[in-house]
């Protein structure tokens, strides 16, 4: 019996060379840690900055700790694609008498030959690279929505004091008619206006706050805390994000997260021809084994050599399809960088255009507006104008005012868009392979 499995011996000998023999999987590329696994911080209660906000959001908004799991769980697909395949131990029996049987035991290894392995792991790592872009785009989305989310609220909140204010001009006028109808000056029809201008500006300031409820609300929501943690907002909302020029654009283009993702879709799409045409390459099955003839009374060693012969499939039509979805990913890959290019200048330009409002409003617009109110005010109480040319004013520039705060979101949200576009370094991740 010992002499059984002599053969059966050298059978894992042979399956422990082929081990030996086959190329090692390479390492898993390397995560960023603050990408991988971030700290969760604690969730922020009372006054809220911008950095804040976006660190927050970062460690934890649960669509990003989606992708994060997802880059995790492709480190299985590298791993399985270094496995080899598992050998086979198959048993034989001739005729079914104890007399005349005959038993064979035969252990077989599949060789692959060709580099398949290689090339197998070669692709399970460029699926990885893109599954760590595409964490890295999922960053950037996150990162402009908390900008976004938080200039929202922030300029809402702003609009808030100036309904308040508006509110409490319209007060004060209603108040100063009222005094003026008893002195006999003006007619009760003025009373009736200011009275009016005062419930108008009550509904503004009622619509203003639920504006800035439904912002904190969206904030929060992109911040991943509980309703309720946020109840006010810390920042100057009047510092302007600078208008990056045609030529930062260009050089960071490369860096945008669409375009690296697009660009390793192609080495994707490489290392898929690379195990088409290793897959092409016939692999060798080898086998050892032990005969037993009970009828002879001996043992015999049994060794075994096969390889199909590709006379027919050579895996052609599956080379074919992947060198033509490389040329697809190359043509999808410039679209990619094109479109990108064109839609950041175009954002460039709106920033650019919102910058020139906002300085426009501030420098010439606001102070002419709040210095004609303020004559028409004096006038109206020193009785040389009529209460609607002191709402007219006032209206004018409270208008002016809400124009500038929604221009001050404007600029905002298209720089927070073009960072979205183009992303940030600490969105960079660490991939296998640098496109």
């Not at 909302?237 to 020029?245: F, G, K, T």
């Not at 045409?277 to 009828?295: F, N, S």
């Amino acid at each position: 019996m010992r002499r059984t499995f002599v053969p059966l011996a050298c059978a894992a000998l042979i399956t422990s060379v082929a081990q030996a023999q086959t190329p090692a999987s390479p390492q898993a590329p390397a995560v960023d840690a603050r990408v991988a696994s971030p700290a969760s911080p604690v969730p922020p209660t009372g006054s809220v900055t911008l950095e804040a906000a976006v660190q927050t959001a970062l460690q934890l908004n649960p669509q990003l700790r989606a992708a994060t799991a997802d880059l995790q769980a492709s480190d299985g697909s590298v791993r399985q694609a270094g496995l080899l395949p598992n050998p086979v131990l198959g048993v034989e029996q001739e005729d079914t008498r104890s007399a005349t049987r005959t038993t064979t035991v035969q252990l077989s290894q599949t060789l692959e030959l060709g580099g398949k392995r290689a090339a197998r792991v070669e692709l399970a790592q460029r699926g990885q690279d893109i599954a760590a872009l595409d964490l890295a785009a999922r960053r950037a989305d996150v990162r402009a929505d908390a900008i976004q989310a938080f200039f929202n609220a922030l300029t809402a909140q702003e609009r808030v004091k100036v309904a308040e204010e508006s509110l409490r001009i319209a007060a004060s006028g209603a108040d100063a008619a009222a005094r003026r109808v008893t002195a006999g000056k003006v007619s009760p029809t003025e009373e009736t206006r200011a009275r009016v201008a005062t419930a108008s500006a009550r509904i503004e300031l009622r619509q203003a706050q639920a504006e800035r409820s439904a912002a904190l609300h969206g904030l929060t929501a992109v911040m991943g805390l509980q309703e309720g943690a946020i109840q006010q907002l810390d920042g100057p909302v009047d510092v302007l994000p600078p208008a990056p020029s045609a030529v930062d654009i260009v050089a960071r283009l490369a860096d945008a997260p669409s375009v690296r993702r697009a660009q390793m879709e192609i080495q994707r799409a490489d290392a898929g021809y690379t195990l088409a045409r290793a897959q092409g390459v016939p692999d060798l099955t080898v086998g050892v084994g032990a005969k037993r003839a009970q009828e002879l009374g001996r043992t015999q060693a049994v060794i075994s050599v096969s390889v199909p012969l590709p006379f027919f499939d050579r895996n052609q039509g599956a080379q074919l399809e992947a060198l033509r979805r490389k040329d697809a990913a190359q043509a999808r890959a410039q679209a990619e960088a094109l479109r990108v290019r064109s839609e950041v200048l175009q954002l460039a330009d709106l920033l650019q255009a919102r910058r020139d409002e906002v300085d426009a409003l501030r420098r010439e617009v606001l102070p002419g507006a709040q210095s004609a109110y303020e004559a028409a005010r004096t006038g109206f109480e020193l009785g040389k104008f009529s209460f609607l040319d002191a709402l007219d004013a006032q209206r004018t520039w409270l208008q002016v005012r809400s124009q500038y705060y929604a221009a001050l979101a404007q600029v905002h949200r298209h720089a927070a868009e073009i960072d979205r576009q183009l992303g940030t370094p600490n969105d960079r991740p660490a991939t296998g392979t640098q496109p």
